[in-house]
């Protein structure tokens, strides 16, 4: 079965620029998550949908970031516009979620730099 | 509020020679969820393990190991063996009932086992 699948998987653009990051879930999963993991901070939660409705983003660092996931096997992350201090390392998670069990499986994560 | 943490920074093994990596967590929820991640240097996050808080019993699979003590809260895991593919940098993490579906993360455990 495919795991979850991530593009790009290295992207590199200038400041200012607008980066969208996309990922398609484990198929039959019902919640997808959004990560940032940076040296300083670790792994942080951006953002979750469950059943394509955003749940919590409290997470998301400001208003440049925005997510959407229009349907169950697509979602994508937009930073508009990008800044240096947003270089990072950003997966994406999906889960199928019963109660308080579920177990996150995790893409391969998109690099970005931010120049 | 729920915490991880991995005390062990980095760790350096001889190839065969077994490892423990430590993780002790903090939450307030008689229900909740550990688990242990790997990302080895290629950077994708592995699921290896989730053990519930009414689950004590120590789990094996493999060379790796896992040791749940609820009463040193604490959830280690072990490594017999070890091999050079088991280098990576290893993540304890747990969601807990009321933690609205966050999965806190520890800092990671950097483990390098050489030839």
């Known amino acids: 079965d495919a795991g979850v699948i991530q593009s790009p998987r290295h992207e590199v653009t200038e400041m200012g620029q607008e980066v969208t990051l996309r990922c398609k879930p484990i198929?039959?999963?019902?919640?997808l998550f959004w990560y940032r993991q940076t040296m300083m901070r670790g792994l942080e939660l951006l953002i979750y949908f469950n059943n394509n409705v955003p749940i919590d983003d409290s997470g998301m660092p400001e208003d440049r970031f925005s997510a959407k996931m229009p349907n169950a096997s697509f979602s994508t992350l937009k930073i508009q516009p990008s800044e240096p201090r947003d270089s990072a390392v950003y997966f994406c998670a999906s889960s199928f979620w019963v109660g308080i069990q579920e177990t996150q499986y995790f893409g391969p994560g998109t690099r970005l730099l931010v120049l | 509020a729920q915490k991880v943490t991995q005390a062990q920074t980095e760790i350096s093994v001889v190839e065969k020679e077994d490892v423990t990596l430590d993780c002790v967590y903090e939450t307030r929820d008689t229900t909740y969820y550990l688990f242990w991640y790997k990302q080895p240097p290629s950077g994708e996050l592995v699921f290896l393990i989730r053990?519930?808080?009414?689950?004590?019993q120590n789990e094996i699979s493999g060379r790796y190991s896992w040791n749940f003590q609820k009463s040193t809260s604490s959830f280690n895991f072990t490594i017999t063996a070890s091999q050079v593919v088991d280098s990576a940098v290893y993540f304890c993490a747990l969601t807990s009932a009321g933690s609205a579906r966050q999965l806190t993360f520890g800092s990671g455990t950097q483990l390098t086992v050489l030839p």
């Open positions: 053990r519930n808080s009414f689950d004590e």
């Open positions: 198929s039959g999963h019902n919640s």
